[in-house]
């Protein structure tokens, strides 16, 4: 059944639904008493893999959240937004650009080598030092040296202020260095988390059992696989069937199919991915911003949202960020529809006959993502601009999107493991690697200084000029908050997170 309400009364309720996350204890059956022992719970994810390295990263969908299965990080953010301490027992800011975490003492890796804060040093320190761009690298690039105080207390010092710097930290994940050297992580792991790997098959399955080695609770069920699914159909199927336990990344028409089924709760929450279309500003004419606010104002988003979304979600307030980030800026307005004013500012940048791009999207990879890029190509070719859309693999969209090569428009979603506003924000700035073409400075000198503020209040300001920037500059056509649609078995309780982190140690047996 779905989570409180109804499908019928779920569309009816449109947006506002996405206030609501919790199911309702009556949706659930009671699992057997040693369900957690005897039964291997599977997780579906939406595309194939990429890697198992926690330098490398990859997408929390997928890659992270397999690394984090096996992985612990000095801190996490809980389901809430809340900073919590895993491998760090506490921290503190001893300067403007030093910070000082004292670590755990009882943690050690799966194969019984003790956790230290050499292993930190020599991790981030392995970080800073990739050839490869990545947005991990992206996010330590601050840090300047990392100091070992004692085998339980490691110091940061940072080119520059950072007051989000623990938060920044949730999404960093530590090798055994020894093993690493004998090892290749991109294919192998062993780490500190409730998991340890058992087999891994980057287009098919990840297997996992319990990590005996854990410092913290154990895992509530001893066995968990990660499958990848990237058909819809064989992903519905499975949930009907039982051979999936818990998915994500369900088209919102699929939801009442899956309810009926007597066996599933089905809801939706509220993510932090805003849905954009990102411009390659080295090609003409998307370097003129008349041409980007064209392309804003030819696209009819609410209609959009109602057809294909069922209303559950809502155009997007002209920005990246959403509601869980602090320094989501309210004031701001969706981007209306006129497509005559889309015409009058082609032809006043001198294309009134429009023109050719071409638009990337990357396959399963977003919710009704497929069938709005297509709503969207006619839509632009009805102000004249001919958008060739082009549907490629989730990995070959990724690297295209970074590269010199990029489309001069390419879909995307952007979330960061920590939900900063100012570090979403980077994605559209010059100094992200995905970032292809100029961008103006007022933007990127908004973001540095909410990355370098020293206290919230400044930060504050200075996202919501970044924001005000990227909305009057039309740095990106922002679509809508992308739903976070979901299905698994009544017997298992599953709370999915906003912040697309896909966890099996927190699926538990229904009691």
């Known amino acids: 059944m779905i989570a409180g309400l109804s499908f019928n009364r779920l569309r009816a309720a449109g947006a506002s639904l996405l206030l609501m996350g919790a199911a309702t204890m009556s949706a659930f059956a009671q699992a057997p008493a ?26 929390l969908r997928g890659d992270l959240s397999i690394i984090a299965s096996i992985y612990s990080p000095l801190t996490r953010l809980d389901a809430d937004g809340k900073l919590i301490g895993v491998l760090a027992k506490s921290w503190e800011q001893a300067s403007d650009t030093t910070w000082v975490f004292d670590l755990r003492d009882d943690v050690a890796f799966s194969n019984g080598v003790p956790f230290d804060a050499s292993v930190v040093k020599w991790n981030i320190e392995r970080i800073l030092s990739a050839e490869k761009p990545s947005w991990i690298v992206a996010s330590m690039k601050a840090v300047e040296k990392v100091e070992v105080l004692s085998p339980t207390r490691v110091s940061f010092t940072l080119k520059a202020p950072d007051i989000e710097f623990p938060r920044r ?34 287009e098919g399955t990840v297997s996992l059992e319990a990590n005996e080695c854990f410092f913290g609770a154990p895992a509530p069920f001893a066995k968990a696989q990660f ?16 051979e999936i336990d818990a998915a994500a990344v369900i088209a919102p028409q699929d ?17 932090t991915r805003v849905q954009i279309i990102r411009f390659n500003t080295n090609i003409k ?43 989501y800026n309210a004031a701001l307005s969706a981007w209306p529809y006129d497509p005559q004013k889309a015409r009058d500012l082609l032809a006043e940048a001198g294309y009134p006959d429009g023109f050719d791009v071409e638009m990337v999207f990357g396959k399963g990879t977003y919710v009704g993502g497929e069938q709005a890029a297509q709503i969207i190509a006619s839509q632009l070719a009805a102000v004249g601009v001919r958008a060739e859309l082009n549907i490629l693999p989730a990995s070959a969209h990724s690297e295209r999107a970074a590269s010199e090569n990029a489309a001069g428009l390419t879909w ?3 979330a960061d493991t920590a939900s900063i506003a100012a570090e979403t924000l980077t994605y559209l700035g010059s100094t992200h690697f995905q970032t292809i073409g100029p961008v103006p400075a007022a933007f990127d000198e908004a973001v540095a200084v909410a990355k370098a503020a020293l ?30 649609t979901y299905a698994y078995s009544n017997k298992v309780v599953w709370d999915i997170r906003r912040d697309d982190w896909t966890l099996p140690y927190e699926i538990r047996p229904a009691e």
């Open 285 to 327: 004419p998307l370097n003129d911003a008349r041409v980007r606010r064209a392309l804003n104002y030819a696209i009819d988003k609410e209609a959009i949202t109602k057809a294909l979304f069922k209303g559950l979600v809502e155009p997007a307030r002209s920005q990246i960020t959403t509601s869980f980030h602090e320094g």
């Open 255 to 271: 939801l009442a199919q899956l309810e009926t089924s007597g066996n599933l709760v089905v809801g939706v929450r509220p993510s």
């Open 412 to 414: 995307f979603g952007y």
């Open 169 to 202: 930290l949730a999404g960093i994940f530590y090798l055994e260095p020894e093993w690493a050297k004998t090892h290749n992580p991109a294919i192998e792991a062993l780490g500190t988390g409730p998991y340890k790997l058992v087999s891994y098959n980057p």
């Open 34 to 59: 040693d369900y957690g022992k005897t039964h291997e719970v599977v997780v579906a994810l939406p595309y194939a893999l990429q890697t198992l390295d926690p330098a490398v990263g990859g997408n």
């Open 455 to 484: 206290t919230k209040e400044e930060e504050r300001a200075a996202v919501k000029r970044a924001t005000e920037v990227a909305a009057d500059e039309a740095l990106a056509v922002f679509l809508w908050d992308l739903p976070q």
């Open 227 to 242: 499958r990848v699914v990237v058909d819809a159909a064989a992903k519905i199927n499975g949930l009907k069937s039982g």
